[in-house]
């Protein structure tokens, strides 16, 4: 396979100078639409009762990937999906023990660059429509147009976004105004832009929706079609959507147990005085809530299944689009989501009116653990945990003129590090060594394109995860994983990714070798992090009586 080798920055407009029309015509236009909070099991055909029929569509004339992992929270996601590497290593998520900026705050070294730069030496036009939270601003990063949703307090307001880094002007009352509509509106404003302006260059489109992201906000009409939907209640909706996978084969694991004594990560106990007694923080049996509760956990879910509903509706307006440029058959769309559900109940923003209309935007809702456990069926646990439930997320792959599979599944562990390369081996291309003399360190990231032809796996040396003192490696079928402050598990993932039979007993070898490679790979994660950048001084503190320190939990070995 003939590639073409990027040289540096400074090389871009030289190449696009000498590149004929001709040879951009040919290279696939890409779209990655990307969920927020999104559950595994929250799309029809992931299993789910939520009508996403334009999302079914594409998997039913696409690839549908069973195994693909996030990094199970929002922007240590994104900055995976958009450079290739571990969060971590480029200063997007925190390593222990490790003296430097990580996080929402960290900034990538000058060497981590994202997928549009290294698109644009082949004529492509990046668009970026909806959340960004990724460190810099987004037309710095390679963007040609942005609308970046920075409001993410209310969903009908557009007021905090910016359009192309500036601020928006709002005129008007808003009245008709909501988030994800208005996600897909300037989406498809850019392929309007494109058809008219640029349609003999390619394009790469960022589709990043708040939706289903706390607060619950959704359109009267939306909530309606599910207002009676989840009364039977999360056990119910668990139990359905688990037998749906069976009957399409998507797993081969038993249904994971709700765990009682899990709750939300983060703990705001003035949010249950401001959102009432139907409020509860941890998923019970269903038989056991009160009227009260069930009807306001019911209600709940109802919101989140519209503004998936509405998702789904607006990612069919930009599929239309696609289809009136005639640019669909040639259009890589990938779909995925950036973590589990999420159990985090919590009130900010605009606060809560217990008197408004749920769903509204003065109201202030969070789906919390029960029906969060209920949208990552099969799995456990959910956002910001590293076990199954926080990291695993659909992946839809589809591309007529590419990928001649139809409603086929892909069973290769995977993981959003890979997308990068996917598309870089899609159109022939490699990475540059350098960018503007700096050296560009190997991305741990394994291109996914030879598993579209045949269900294949993908080979590698391991996937590996730390988030918030959460932490996992998975070799093979075997995931080593802990929470934070506890001890080591160990499963077989081969029939067991409900996480249900912990094997560090049985196999302590196999738990110790694990161990040491989840060490061995932070150590390398850990020097790719410190690259080019010089660590962050330490305070100055006033010298008092240290207590004696702990090691930390990351490093700690099984008990």
């Known amino acids: 396979?003939?590639?073409?080798?990027?040289?540096?920055?400074?090389?871009?407009?030289?190449?696009?100078?000498?590149?004929?029309?001709?040879?951009?015509?040919?290279?696939?236009?890409?779209?990655?639409?990307?969920?927020?909070?999104?559950?595994?099991?929250?799309?029809?055909?992931?299993?789910?009762?939520?009508?996403?029929?334009?999302?079914?569509?594409?998997?039913?004339?696409?690839?549908?990937?069973?195994?693909?992992?996030?990094?199970?929270?929002?922007?240590?996601?994104?900055?995976?999906?958009?450079?290739?590497?571990y969060p971590h290593m480029v200063h997007r998520d925190k390593l222990p023990d490790l003296n430097i900026v990580g996080g929402n705050r960290g900034a990538r070294q000058s060497w981590a660059r994202l997928l549009?730069?290294?698109?644009?030496?082949?004529?492509?036009?990046?668009?970026?429509?909806?959340?960004?939270?990724?460190?810099?601003?987004?037309?710095?990063?390679?963007?040609?147009?942005?609308?970046?949703?920075?409001?993410?307090?209310?969903?009908?307001?557009?007021?905090?976004?910016?359009?192309?880094?500036?601020p928006v002007k709002i005129s008007g009352d808003e009245k008709d105004y909501y988030a994800t509509t208005a996600n897909a509106d300037h989406a498809i404003a850019c392929l309007q832009e494109h058809a008219e302006k640029h349609a003999d260059q390619p394009f790469f489109h960022y589709i990043a929706f708040i939706a289903p992201h706390f607060p619950l906000h959704a359109k009267p009409e939306d909530i309606e079609k599910y207002a009676d939907q989840y009364l039977t209640g999360w056990d119910q909706m668990r139990t359905e959507r688990y037998q749906r996978q069976l009957d399409r084969k998507l797993h081969n694991t038993t249904l994971s147990k709700l765990e009682p004594k899990v709750g939300p990560p983060y703990k705001f106990p003035d949010a249950f005085k401001k959102l009432g007694s139907g409020e509860i923080d941890y998923p019970a049996d269903w038989d056991d809530l009160t009227a009260e509760q069930k009807e306001f956990q019911a209600t709940k879910m109802a919101i989140h299944a519209a503004m998936v509903d509405r998702m789904d509706h607006e990612i069919g307006r930009i599929l239309q689009q696609l289809k009136t440029m005639e640019a669909f058959d040639n259009t890589l769309i990938f779909f995925a989501s950036d973590n589990g559900a999420s159990a985090e109940i919590m009130v900010r923003d605009g606060g809560h009116d217990p008197l408004a209309s749920p769903g509204s935007a003065a109201s202030?809702?969070?789906?919390?653990?029960?029906?969060?456990?209920?949208?990552?069926?099969?799995?456990?646990?959910?956002?910001?945990?590293?076990?199954?439930?926080?990291?695993?997320?659909?992946?839809?792959?589809?591309?007529?003129?590419?990928?001649?599979?139809?409603?086929?599944?892909?069973?290769?562990?995977?993981?959003?590090?890979?997308?990068?390369?996917?598309?870089?081996?899609?159109?022939?291309?490699?990475?540059?060594?350098?960018?503007?003399?700096?050296?560009?360190?190997?991305?741990?990231?394994?291109?996914?394109?030879?598993?579209?032809?045949?269900?294949?796996?993908?080979?590698?040396?391991?996937?590996?995860?730390?988030?918030?003192?959460?932490?996992?490696?998975?070799?093979?079928?075997?995931?080593?994983?802990?929470?934070?402050?506890?001890?080591?598990?160990?499963?077989?993932?081969?029939?067991?990714?409900?996480?249900?039979?912990?094997?560090?007993?049985?196999?302590?070898?196999?738990?110790?070798?694990?161990?040491?490679?989840?060490?061995?790979?932070?150590?390398?994660?850990?020097?790719?992090?410190?690259?080019?950048?010089?660590?962050?001084?330490?305070?100055?503190?006033?010298?008092?009586?240290?207590?004696?320190?702990?090691?930390?939990?990351?490093?700690?070995?099984?008990?």
């Open 116 to 166: 549009p730069d290294f698109l644009k030496p082949l004529g492509y036009r990046n668009y970026h429509s909806g959340k960004w939270h990724i460190d810099g601003k987004v037309l710095a990063a390679g963007f040609d147009r942005s609308l970046d949703m920075r409001n993410q307090g209310n969903f009908f307001t557009a007021k905090g976004n910016t359009v192309n880094d500036q």
């Open 364 to 559: 202030y809702l969070c789906l919390g653990p029960g029906f969060s456990s209920a949208c990552n069926t099969p799995f456990r646990r959910h956002k910001t945990w590293v076990h199954e439930g926080g990291i695993s997320t659909p992946l839809i792959a589809h591309w007529p003129a590419g990928i001649s599979s139809r409603g086929e599944l892909r069973t290769t562990p995977s993981h959003v590090i890979d997308i990068v390369p996917t598309i870089l081996d899609v159109l022939e291309i490699n990475k540059p060594e350098k960018w503007n003399g700096v050296p560009i360190p190997p991305a741990p990231g394994k291109s996914l394109l030879p598993a579209f032809p045949e269900d294949i796996a993908i080979e590698r040396d391991s996937l590996w995860w730390f988030h918030e003192g959460n932490r996992a490696i998975r070799v093979g079928d075997f995931k080593l994983v802990a929470a934070k402050n506890e001890p080591w598990e160990l499963y077989d993932l081969s029939d067991d990714r409900a996480e249900s039979k912990n094997l560090i007993t049985q196999h302590p070898d196999k738990a110790a070798h694990l161990i040491d490679q989840w060490q061995q790979q932070l150590k390398k994660i850990s020097e790719i992090a410190t690259l080019t950048t010089p660590k962050k001084k330490p305070e100055k503190k006033r010298k008092r009586k240290q207590q004696p320190s702990k090691k930390s939990p990351a490093v700690l070995p099984a008990k």
């Open 1 to 85: 396979m003939r590639k073409l080798f990027l040289y540096s920055s400074l090389s871009i407009l030289a190449l696009l100078l000498v590149t004929p029309p001709s040879l951009f015509a040919e290279k696939p236009n890409i779209i990655f639409i990307l969920a927020d909070d999104s559950g595994f099991s929250d799309l029809g055909c992931y299993g789910s009762e939520i009508k996403t029929p334009n999302l079914d569509g594409l998997a039913k004339n696409g690839l549908m990937f069973t195994q693909f992992y996030n990094t199970g929270r929002c922007w240590p996601t994104r900055a995976a999906l958009m450079s290739g590497y």
